[in-house]
């Protein structure tokens, strides 16, 4: 299984941290959006997409780069994210537009990560941010079983 990691992560590193350990378990490259060409998908059996949760969604350059991507056919994809609030509506919600882009091109999700990050955007950051520490250890836990999960499978 031949798996890549594209991964947008800038407010402070909180998504680039889990992907650094799902990425270990599966064997996995990290790459930017700016970073990879469009036609390189085929050349992988499971892509995992992630970033932060900036306005309710992921960010622009993955969801630009969604638009980009060829047509594949039924290539297998998972989809992560930190993000200041969790749910599990949350995530469906946060995860919708990436989603219904990458369905469209003919990925199939598989499944779903998405845990907490430390956030200082906007008044936040005069009372010291919210999840401050996250993601911590039983984050990077839950995400290395969620790889862990999707290897099986
Ligand atoms: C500009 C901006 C917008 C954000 N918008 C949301 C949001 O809509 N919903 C949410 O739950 N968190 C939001 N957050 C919090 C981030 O999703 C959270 O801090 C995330 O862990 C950042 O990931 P990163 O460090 O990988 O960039 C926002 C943060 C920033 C900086």
């Not at 992560?9 to 350990?21: C, D, F, G, L, R």
């Given at each position: 299984?031949?798996s ?22 599966l064997?996995a ?125």
């Open positions: 299984m031949k890549l990691l594209i991964v947008f992560s800038y407010h402070h590193n909180n998504t680039q941290k889990i992907a650094e350990v799902i990425a270990k378990i064997h490259k990290i790459k930017t959006p700016e970073k990879v060409e469009p036609e390189v998908v085929q050349e992988y059996t499971l892509i995992g997409f992630g970033s932060g949760i900036y306005s309710a969604k992921h960010h622009k350059s993955l969801i630009d780069l969604a638009d980009k991507l060829p047509t594949v056919h039924n290539k297998k994809a998972f989809i992560f994210s930190t993000s200041g609030i969790t749910g599990k509506d949350k995530v469906i919600k946060d995860h919708l537009t990436l989603k219904e882009k990458l369905q469209s091109k003919g990925f199939v999700i598989l499944d779903d990560f998405q845990c907490k990050g430390y956030n200082t955007n906007s008044f936040l950051r005069f009372f010291g941010g919210m999840n401050k520490g996250r993601p911590n250890d039983k984050d990077l836990e839950n995400a290395k079983n969620f790889a862990k999960n999707l290897k099986q499978n």
